[in-house]
């Protein structure tokens, strides 16, 4: 016998755009993140002074990774809601995760001119505290990894992430914002934790 709930729907969440449109759609958000890997200094010069391959096989590489992660952030989700009794159709879903990273491309670009520092107020509420020159977001390297994307725009992306569970699996928008919240915060601690070990400070130690 199926388990599967009588009430689910995988149509309950609708696609972003019209299923026609969805590998343009796809295809522009992937090329975006190529833009902003190329734009996050892997200069020619750089990378051959590190001894690394050419800039566009690094670019290609971290675009297909920045890809396997949604498909593992999306699969993720499935897995967590099917733990509480939840369907959650992936396909969809994975579509809006990658969607919902369009907020992160735009924090890039704000935040591309203001690497240094210097960034005006609003950039640095909407692309992220790492700008806010002077701060423990900007100057401490593990509280940058950890924290210092939180901004507005994360906010959105967050946002719009436990929207599209909570639209899917027919469960209230606080309970799907409240549990991408919490992965959230999870997936920044662990980050700090793996900074901290490749700089050779163990997270549990003095």
């Known amino acids: ?74 699969a ?12 959650l159709p992936f396909r969809r879903f994975f579509v809006w995760v990658v969607s919902a990273s369009i907020a992160d491309q735009f924090a890039f670009g704000l935040a591309a001119p203001y690497r240094s520092g210097g960034a005006p107020l609003w950039r640095v509420c909407l692309a992220g505290l790492h700008l806010a020159t002077g701060t423990v977001f900007h100057e401490s390297p593990v509280i940058r990894a950890g924290f210092g994307s939180l901004g507005l725009l994360t906010a959105t992306r967050i946002a719009v992430t436990g929207a599209a569970q909570a639209q899917a699996t ?35 130690g003095g």
Not at 76 to 87: D, I, K, N, Q, S
Not at 173 to 186: N, R
């Open 76 to 87: 993720f989700y499935v897995l967590l809601w099917r733990a509480r009794g939840t369907r």
């Open 170 to 204: 027919g469960r209230s928008l606080a309970e799907g914002v409240g549990w991408t919240l919490l992965v959230w915060l999870v997936t920044r601690l662990a980050a700090m934790g793996g900074l901290d070990l490749l700089r050779g400070m163990s997270p549990l």
């Open 1 to 74: 016998m199926s388990q599967e709930s009588p009430t689910f729907d995988s149509k309950r969440l609708p696609w972003v755009v019209p299923p026609a449109f969805l590998p343009f759609w796809m295809a522009a958000i992937e090329w975006g993140w190529w833009r902003v890997f190329q734009d996050e200094g892997l200069s020619a010069g750089a990378l051959a002074a590190a001894g690394l391959p050419s800039p566009t096989l690094v670019v290609a590489v971290a675009t297909t990774g920045k890809l396997l992660g949604h498909v593992s952030e999306a």
